[in-house]
C-alpha cells in the first residue's frame, strides 16, 4: 500500500506532453504575429487616408474660393464697361430715309407663262377645227379609209375640241354616255390624228373583256372605213388589249421605233395605271355611277 501512495505523488514530467499539442501551439503564435502584422498596416492606410482627405479638402476650398473671386471680378469689369459704353452713346434721333415699296411701283407686263404650256396642236387649231366642223355636216359614207364616215354631234364636236386643245391630247372625258358613242368620239380623234401625223400614229385601246373590245373594233372598223387587216397585236394600225402592262409594253416599243402611241381606254376600266399617263396622247373615258352599275346590273355593254 505504502509503495502505491508513493508512485501517484510522483509529478509528471513536461517532456511528455504530446507533439500534437505543440504544433498547435506554433501554429496558434505565427497567426497572431501576423494578424498584429496586418492590423500594423491597416493602422498605417488609416493615417494616410486621414492625411489625404485634410489635404483636398482644404485645397478645394481654397480653389472654389479663388474662382468665385474671379468670377466677381468679372461681373464688376462687365459692369463697368457697360456703364462707360452707355455714357458714350447718342441719344439723338437719327432721319430715317424711307424707301418706297416695289408693290408700290406700276406693275409691269408680265409675259404670259400659259404660251410655254401651250397645247402642241395650236399650230393645227384651223385644221383641226375645219375637220370637227365637216364631221358634224352630212357624213361621207364612201370616204378613204382613216377619215370619218360618220356624224358627229355638235356637243362631242365641243369635247374633243377641248381634248386636242386644251387638254393637249392626254386626259380623261366624260363618257358620252354609251359606248358606241365613245367610240364614236374616238374614232374622231384617230381620224384627226392621222391627218396630222399619218403612218407615225399607232392606237391602242385598253378595255377589259373580248366583248368590249369587239365592240371597239366593230365601232372604229365602221367609223373609218378599215379592215379586218387593220387590227391585232403586229398591225400598224390599231391594237386591242385586256391587259394595261401589255399595252403599256406596246406603247414603249412604239416610241422606241419613233412611232407615236395613242391610247384609248374604255369607260369600263375604272383605274388608269400610272404608266400609261407618261404617254403623249391618251383619251380616257369616265362613266358615271349609272353606266357602270347598268353594266353591272343587266349584263349590257355602255
Same mark, same amino acid.
Given at each position: 500500500m505504502t509503495s502505491g501512495k508513493s508512485e501517484a505523488a510522483i509529478p509528471r514530467d513536461p517532456q511528455g506532453a504530446s507533439p500534437s499539442a505543440e504544433v498547435f501551439l506554433t501554429e496558434l503564435l505565427e497567426r497572431r504575429q501576423r494578424l498584429l502584422a496586418e492590423i500594423g498596416t491597416l493602422e498605417q492606410r488609416r493615417d494616410r487616408l486621414q492625411e489625404d482627405i485634410r489635404r483636398h479638402f482644404a485645397g478645394s476650398c481654397d480653389e472654389l474660393s479663388r474662382r468665385v473671386q474671379g468670377f466677381q471680378d468679372y461681373l464688376v469689369g462687365a459692369l463697368q464697361e457697360l456703364s462707360d459704353r452707355a455714357q458714350t452713346l447718342e441719344l439723338a434721333p437719327r432721319k430715317v430715309m424711307v424707301q418706297p415699296s416695289p408693290l408700290d411701283r406700276p406693275a409691269e407686263t408680265v409675259p404670259d407663262q400659259a404660251t410655254g404650256?401651250?397645247?402642241?396642236?395650236?399650230?393645227?387649231?384651223?385644221?383641226?377645227?375645219?375637220?370637227?366642223?365637216?364631221?358634224?355636216?352630212?357624213?361621207?359614207?364612201?370616204?378613204?379609209?382613216?377619215?370619218?364616215?360618220?356624224?358627229?354631234?355638235?356637243?362631242?364636236?365641243?369635247?374633243? %375640241?377641248?381634248? +386636242?386643245?386644251?387638254?393637249?391630247? /392626254?386626259?380623261? =372625258?366624260?363618257?358620252? @354616255?354609251?359606248?358606241?358613242?365613245?367610240? *364614236?368620239?374616238?374614232?374622231?380623234?384617230?381620224?384627226?390624228?392621222?391627218?396630222?401625223?399619218?403612218?407615225?400614229?399607232? %392606237?391602242?385601246? +385598253?378595255?377589259?373583256?373580248?366583248? /368590249?373590245?369587239? =365592240?371597239?373594233?366593230? @365601232?372604229?372598223?365602221?367609223?373609218?372605213? *378599215?379592215?379586218?387587216?387593220?387590227?391585232?397585236?403586229?398591225?400598224?394600225?390599231?391594237?386591242?388589249?385586256?391587259?394595261?402592262?401589255?399595252?403599256?409594253?406596246?406603247?414603249?416599243?412604239?416610241?422606241?421605233?419613233?412611232?407615236?402611241?395613242?391610247i384609248l381606254v374604255d369607260a369600263?376600266?375604272?383605274?388608269?395605271?400610272?404608266?400609261?399617263?407618261?404617254?403623249?396622247?391618251?383619251?380616257?373615258?369616265?362613266?358615271?355611277?349609272?353606266?357602270?352599275?347598268?353594266?353591272?346590273?343587266d349584263g349590257d355593254p355602255l
Open positions: 404650256a401651250a397645247s402642241p396642236f395650236l399650230a393645227d387649231q384651223p385644221l383641226i377645227e375645219d375637220m370637227i366642223r365637216g364631221f358634224q355636216d352630212t357624213p361621207d359614207f364612201y370616204a378613204p379609209p382613216w377619215r370619218l364616215r360618220r356624224h358627229l354631234e355638235v356637243g362631242h364636236g365641243e369635247v374633243l %375640241t377641248n381634248w +386636242l386643245l386644251q387638254q393637249q391630247g /392626254r386626259g380623261a =372625258q366624260n363618257s358620252l @354616255g354609251s359606248r358606241s358613242r365613245n367610240v *364614236l368620239l374616238g374614232a374622231a380623234a384617230v381620224a384627226i390624228l392621222t391627218e396630222l401625223y399619218g403612218d407615225q400614229l399607232q %392606237t391602242l385601246v +385598253l378595255a377589259s373583256t373580248p366583248e /368590249r373590245l369587239g =365592240q371597239w373594233r366593230r @365601232g372604229l372598223q365602221d367609223s373609218l372605213g *378599215l379592215t379586218r387587216e387593220d387590227f391585232g397585236p403586229n398591225a400598224n394600225g390599231i391594237s386591242l388589249f385586256e391587259r394595261s402592262d401589255a399595252l403599256i409594253e406596246r406603247a414603249d416599243r412604239l416610241e422606241s421605233r419613233d412611232r407615236l402611241p395613242l369600263a376600266e375604272q383605274v388608269v395605271d400610272i404608266p400609261i399617263l407618261q404617254f403623249p396622247l391618251w383619251l380616257a373615258f369616265a362613266a358615271d355611277g349609272r353606266e357602270l352599275a347598268m353594266e353591272d346590273l
